[in-house]
C-alpha cells in the first residue's frame, strides 16, 4: 500500500554526523548496524581538526556494541594494539602509602543478585580486602592473568573484561569498517558555517568548498567546540570544576623496556599530590599521563611527578598538554540536533567513562529513534532527562574517590574533602551508608553507569566504615561463609586455567581466536 503524503510529511530518513573521532565513529556504527540498510547516514569530518585521542580505557559495554557492529574481536585486537582490562587498580589514594591500594573489579561480589555481602565481610573481613573476599577477579589482576583462553571463541570468557585500546588506530578501524561494512557515507570537509531554518532547527552545515549538507538529524561529535548545540544552538555549558578539581592533563607514550615485560589487565591509577597518574598497557607500549589541578600545582612540578613515575626514558618522550573543562551541556538534545561525546561534556577519564557515555547515548538515539520530526520532542525530553542523570552519577562516582581519601600532604586533597565541594546527592548518599551499605535498592534507575556493586568496591576498598546492626548478619553468616569459599575456589580454579596475558595477546594476534 502506498502512503499518502500526509502520512510520510516529516520522516526521519537521514541522519548526518559532524565530526569523527571515538563519538563519530562509535556514533556511525551504531547507528548503521541497525539502519544503515534503510537510512541515509553521513558522517562528515575535517581533514584538519586533530583527534584528541587519550580515550584509551572501555567498560565491558564496548564488548556487546562491537559485536552488535558486526566487528570480529581477532580483527580488533590486531588493528588496534588492543589488551584485555579486568578492572581498575588504585594506589596510594587512601594515606599515599607504597601499600595502600585497593582493585575495582569488573565483576560483581560472588551472588551479588541474590545477597549483599557487604555487611557480613565487615563483620567477618580479618585482613583480607572487600574485593579479595567476594571477587576472584583480584587474583587476576594481581598474577596478571587474561580473562579467557586462546581456545574461546570471540566475546567469550571465563571472567568478564573491558578493553585498553590505541584511540587513534580504533578511529581508523572503526572507519573502515562503518564505511565499508555498514553503509556509512563519509565526508572529508570543513564546516565554515551552520545554517538555521525560521523553526529554530538546523537546516544544514556549510562547507568551505560550497557544499550544503542537509540531514533530519544532526548529531553534534565536534568535540570540546561543540559547533552545532553549543555555538549554534546556544545551550549553555554547565562547568563542575568546583566539585572536581582536575583541569590539566600531561600524556606520553612510554614503550616497555622488553618484551618479557608484564601487559598488565588493568588500569592504574596511583595518586599524586595535586592529581593522578593513569598507567595503561596496550600491546605495543604504555600510555602513561598525570592529571592534575593547576590550582594546587605547577606544570613544571606536575612534569616532573610524571618523570618520577616513568624514569629514565621519560627525557626521551613526547609530551602531550591537554586542558580539562570538567563539566556537561545543560540540555544534550536541542531541536533535530544532539551532542555525543566532548561536544556533550567531559569529565576526569578516573573510572573510563568517556567512550561508556559515548556508547549509552547513541544506543539510545538508536533505540528510540523519533519516526518523525513531530515526535522529536518528546524523545528529546526523554534523552535530556536520562543523560543528564547519568552525568550527575558519573560526578558523584568520581568524586567519591577524593572524598573518602585520608590523605592530608597537599592542600588539593583537603580541598576536596571540604563539603561545600561535596553534591548534596552524594553527600545525602554518605550519610545513607553509615548506617546501610549499598545495594540495589539506593539507585532509580534500572540502567545505572555504576551499579551498587562499584560503589561497594570503592567505599571498602577506601576503608569507608558503616555501622551495620547485628540484626543485618547474624542470622545469614552461614551464607556468607559460603559465599566466600565459592570465592576461593575459583580463584584457584581460575588461576590453574588462565594464562599470561601477555602470551594470550601474542597467541591472539599471532592465531586469531574461533568466531563468535
Avoid at 526523554?382 to 562516582?397: A, G, L, P, Q, S
Avoid at 551499605?437 to 534500572?446: A, G, M, N
Avoid at 576461593?488 to 594464562?499: F, G, I, N, Q, T
Amino acid at each position: 500500500m502506498t502512503m499518502s503524503t500526509s502520512a510520510n510529511e516529516g520522516k526521519i530518513s537521514s541522519i548526518m554526523i559532524v565530526g569523527g573521532g571515538s563519538a563519530g565513529w562509535l556514533t556511525a556504527g551504531i547507528l548503521a548496524a541497525r539502519y544503515g540498510q534503510t537510512m541515509t547516514i553521513t558522517l562528515v569530518e575535517s581533514p584538519d581538526v586533530k583527534i584528541i585521542g587519550v580515550g584509551e580505557g572501555t567498560w565491558p559495554t564496548m564488548k556487546g556494541t562491537l559485536k552488535e557492529m558486526g566487528i570480529s574481536e581477532t580483527d580488533f585486537f590486531r588493528e588496534c594494539d588492543a589488551s584485555f582490562k579486568h578492572g581498575a587498580k588504585f594506589a596510594k589514594w587512601v594515606s599515599g602509602d607504597e601499600a595502600d591500594y585497593y582493585y575495582h573489579p569488573l565483576m560483581l561480589p560472588q551472588d551479588f543478585t541474590k545477597l549483599n555481602l557487604a555487611p557480613y565481610w565487615l563483620k567477618n573481613n580479618g585482613d583480607r580486602s572487600f574485593s579479595e573476599s567476594v571477587c576472584f577477579q583480584e587474583a587476576l589482576c594481581e598474577r596478571a592473568l587474561a580473562p579467557k583462553t586462546v581456545t574461546m571463541p570471540e566475546y567469550n570468557s571465563a571472567a568478564n573484561y573491558a578493553y585498553h585500546l590505541n584511540a587513534g588506530k580504533f578511529t581508523k578501524f572503526l572507519t573502515g569498517h562503518c564505511t565499508g561494512k555498514l553503509n556509512v557515507k563519509h565526508k572529508l570537509a570543513t564546516i565554515s558555517e551552520v545554517l538555521t531554518s525560521e523553526d529554530g532547527d538546523i537546516r544544514c552545515v556549510k562547507t568551505t568548498d560550497g557544499q550544503e549538507l542537509v540531514a533530519d538529524l544532526f548529531v553534534d561529535c565536534t568535540g570540546m567546540a561543540s559547533l552545532l548545540l553549543g555555538k549554534t544552538l546556544g545551550v549553555e555549558f554547565i562547568d563542575k570544576n568546583d566539585s572536581l578539581f582536575i583541569d590539566r592533563a600531561l600524556a606520553a607514550q612510554k614503550p616497555y623496556e622488553s618484551e618479557e615485560e608484564p601487559i598488565l589487565p588493568y588500569t592504574v591509577s596511583t595518586a599524586q599530590k595535586a592529581g593522578w597518574i593513569w598507567d595503561i598497557g596496550l600491546t605495543s607500549r604504555r600510555g602513561i599521563g598525570h592529571v592534575y589541578s593547576s590550582k594546587h600545582t605547577s606544570e613544571a612540578e606536575a612534569e616532573k611527578a610524571l618523570s618520577d613515575y616513568i624514569g629514565p626514558l621519560f627525557k626521551d618522550l613526547s609530551i602531550k598538554k591537554i586542558s580539562i573543562r570538567s563539566g556537561h551541556r545543560e540540555i544534550f538534545w536541542k531541536q533535530n540536533c544532539v551532542a555525543i561525546g566532548l561536544s556533550a561534556g567531559f569529565l576526569e577519564p578516573l573510572e573510563a567513562s568517556a567512550l561508556m557515555l559515548i556508547e549509552i547515548s547513541a544506543k539510545f538515539v538508536r533505540d528510540q529513534l523519533p519516526e518523525t520530526r513531530n515526535t522529536m520532542p518528546i524523545i528529546a525530553r526523554r534523552f535530556n532527562k536520562t543523560m543528564t542523570y547519568h552525568w550527575e552519577r558519573i560526578i558523584d562516582f568520581l568524586k567519591l574517590h577524593y572524598v573518602l581519601s585520608k590523605r592530608d600532604d597537599s592542600d588539593f586533597w583537603i580541598d576536596n574533602r571540604c563539603p561545600s565541594t561535596v553534591p548534596d546527592s552524594l553527600a545525602e548518599l554518605l550519610e545513607l551508608w553509615r548506617y546501610h551499605t549499598p545495594y540495589r535498592q539506593d539507585f532509580s534507575h534500572k540502567e545505572e553507569v555504576f551499579p551498587a556493586a562499584s560503589y561497594q568496591y570503592v567505599l571498602y576498598g577506601m576503608g569507608f566504615q558503616t555501622e551495620v546492626s547485628n540484626r543485618h548478619v547474624e542470622s545469614t553468616d552461614d551464607a556468607y561463609r559460603a559465599a566466600v569459599a565459592e570465592n576461593e575456589r575459583m580463584v584457584s580454579k581460575a588461576v590453574e586455567l588462565l594464562p599470561d596475558n601477555r602470551q594470550l595477546l601474542q597467541k591472539i594476534n599471532r592465531f586469531g581466536m574461533s568466531a563468535f
